[in-house]
T-cell receptor, first 115, second 110 residues
C-alpha cells in the first residue's frame, strides 16, 4: 500500500499523559498536513510542513501540541498533558507540492480518547 | 477562507443519479473547489476538483456555476458504497490547509 499511513490507529490515554502519533506520507510528497476531527464535524486544519519546515500553525494548535518532520519524510504530532477536550480523530494528509489545485491524500487517522 | 454551505443530509435510491449542492459565495477567483467524501472510521477521500469549468472523472462530475458561487457534485448512478459524508471544500485558506464544513450525509436506499 503506497498511501498515507498513520500509527497508532487508536489510542486511549488518561488525562495528563503525553501521546505521540506518527504519519508516513506518500513517499514523493513534499507537503504534509495535520488535521483534527471531532464527532459530527469536518476536519480542522492544525499545521503543515513543506519538506522539514513547519510553515503554518492554526490557532487551534495550543502550546501543548508540537509537530515535527525531521527529515522531510515522516512526521510526529505530540500532545502533552492531554485533556478530555483533545479527544478526536487526528488526520494526516500529504500532497505533492501544495498548489491550490493540488489534491491532498488523507491517511486513516488516529482516534484519541482521553479519559 | 472560502466558506461553504451544504445541506446536512440527502437521501437517494440506489442506481439513481445524485446531485449534491454546495454554496461558496465568498470564494475568491483563485480558489479551487474540491470535493472529498468520508466513510465511517476512514480519512477523507478525494473525489474531484475544479476551478471554472465543469469536470468529469471516473467517480463523479462537477458542475460549477458561471459566477462560481455554487457547484454541484453529480454521482451518475449511486451505489450503496457511495453512502458517505460529502465535503465541498474551498482551497486557499491562507495556509493551504483545506477548510472543511460539516458536509452532507448522503444516504442511499437499496
Amino acid at each position: 500500500d503506497t498511501g498515507v499511513s498513520q500509527d497508532p490507529r487508536h489510542k486511549i490515554t488518561k488525562r495528563g499523559q503525553n501521546v505521540t502519533f506518527r504519519c508516513d506520507p506518500i513517499s514523493e510528497h513534499n507537503r504534509l498536513y495535520w488535521y483534527r476531527q471531532t464527532l459530527g464535524q469536518g476536519p480542522e486544519f492544525l499545521t503543515y510542513f513543506q519538506n522539514e519546515a513547519q510553515l503554518e500553525k492554526s490557532r487551534l494548535l495550543s502550546d501543548r501540541f508540537s509537530a515535527e518532520r525531521p527529515k522531510g519524510s515522516f512526521s510526529t504530532l505530540e500532545i502533552q498533558r492531554t485533556e478530555q477536550g483533545d479527544s478526536a480523530m487526528y488526520l494526516c494528509a500529504s500532497s505533492l507540492d501544495g498548489t491550490l489545485r493540488e489534491t491532498q491524500y488523507f491517511g486513516p487517522g488516529t482516534r484519541l480518547l482521553v479519559l | 477562507d472560502a466558506k461553504t454551505t451544504q445541506p446536512n443530509s440527502m437521501e437517494s435510491n440506489e442506481e439513481e443519479p445524485v446531485h449534491l449542492p454546495c454554496n461558496h459565495s465568498t470564494i475568491s477567483g483563485t480558489d479551487y473547489i474540491h470535493w472529498y467524501r468520508q466513510l465511517p472510521s476512514q480519512g477523507p477521500e478525494y473525489v474531484i476538483h475544479g476551478l471554472t469549468s465543469n469536470v468529469n472523472n471516473r467517480m463523479a462530475s462537477l458542475a460549477i456555476a458561471e459566477d462560481r458561487k455554487s457547484s454541484t457534485l453529480i454521482l451518475h448512478r449511486a451505489t450503496l458504497r457511495d453512502a458517505a459524508v460529502y465535503y465541498c471544500v474551498g482551497s486557499g485558506g491562507g495556509a493551504d490547509g483545506l477548510t472543511f464544513g460539516k458536509g452532507t450525509h448522503l444516504i442511499i436506499q437499496p
